[in-house]
């Protein structure tokens, strides 16, 4: 045996030797984490200078507890211009409050006044009036992952530098299956309502945020809001976004970054600790009490865009991998002409009826796989083109 053997059968028992180490010393390993205080008052929203501000108060939760944060209901909010006017909110949704559509004076201060059923009083601090330049284009282009969609804009007066959006997603998708029958009272007949195509909506989560104070004119050129890859369901019929845009002050701005910093950047020993990222709001009737969220008072700007999948080419292939494991299951009709079987919560997709037009048996299956409202809505957007 030569030294290159050697070394071969030494580095291959090594190696084996290693892995069994390392499977048997494996344990689950918990960080112990300093439990964040609970309870917070939670802000989201802002002052919407042209036009209805929509205020969600929420309160925060253990980092170990499941389940969706509590609302804050029965709170009196008003939005307050420094030395002047009051403009109410009213709760409609629990948890939700709503002004009407204001027009707000942009040389004045304001802020959010809040008192919770508790009685505690919060306010938000006084803060200019920004507005908000129109979007001048909403794009998209292939890239080698898929597709990237782009946004540009531009103040001519360079007064914005700051610049936020929000998005809402909408796609159009089918069921597993196409239904032609339904179950009812026992009997199975044609089916009158579509449970195949329907339309989801969803807000995309991620923050996206840029600024253009080192360049010369304050112009946002082809940033890329949010990437799709090619398999993506979203695609596989026709694809909407509808963007918002806000312009921001640079304490604003600096808000949002590091939100985004402490909630998406984090899986590297390089990235920064999770954190309660404040704002601007303080507890006037206790002090020491703190509440996140902050709140700004700008206008905004919106853009919508459609993407029909005729537009991307044949290498988009979209997969649902939700309707991956969905089968269908032969269910056989009973004496008195219907189907004992169906009454387990199985849809009928498709029955074979005798000569005499009574039903032989169906091909069923779960409504997840053929029931599409399970996952969105029947009812056509109406802004989706038909």
Known sequence: MNCKQYFLIWSKALAWMLMLVLSGCIEPFEPEVEEAATDLLVVDGFINSQGVSKIRLSRTLGLRTQGAPPVEAGARLHIEQEGGVRYPLTEGMSGI??????????????????????????????????????????TWRR?????????????????TRYYRWSADETWEFTSAYFSQWEYVNGQVRRRRDNIWRCWRTQSNASIRLTNTTRLAEDVVSNFTLLELPFNSIKLRYRYSILVRQYAQTPEEYAYWEQLRNSTENLGTLFDPLPAQVQ????????????ALGFVGAHSVTEKRLFIAKPELGLDFRP????????????????GAGGFSGL???????????ATDGSPVF?????PICVDCRLRGTNVRPLFWPF
């Open 343 to 353: 009454a387990s919560g199985y849809i009928p997709v498709d029955v074979l009826q």
């Open 319 to 334: 997969e649902d991998t939700e309707y991956t494991n969905c089968t269908t299951d032969t269910i056989m009709a009973n």
């Open 97 to 138: 409050y709503e002004s009407a559509a204001l027009r707000l004076n942009a040389d004045r201060r304001y802020r959010l006044h809040m008192v919770t059923r508790a009685g505690r009083i919060y306010a938000s601090e006084y803060v200019p009036v920004k507005t908000t330049p129109e979007i001048e284009a909403l």
């Open 279 to 290: 704002g601007n709001i303080r507890c006037l009737s206790e002090p020491g009490a703190v």
């Open 143 to 159: 890239n080698e992952q898929g597709l990237e969609i782009n946004i540009s804009s531009r103040d001519a007066s360079n007064q």
């Open 362 to 366: 169906a091909i069923a299956g779960t």
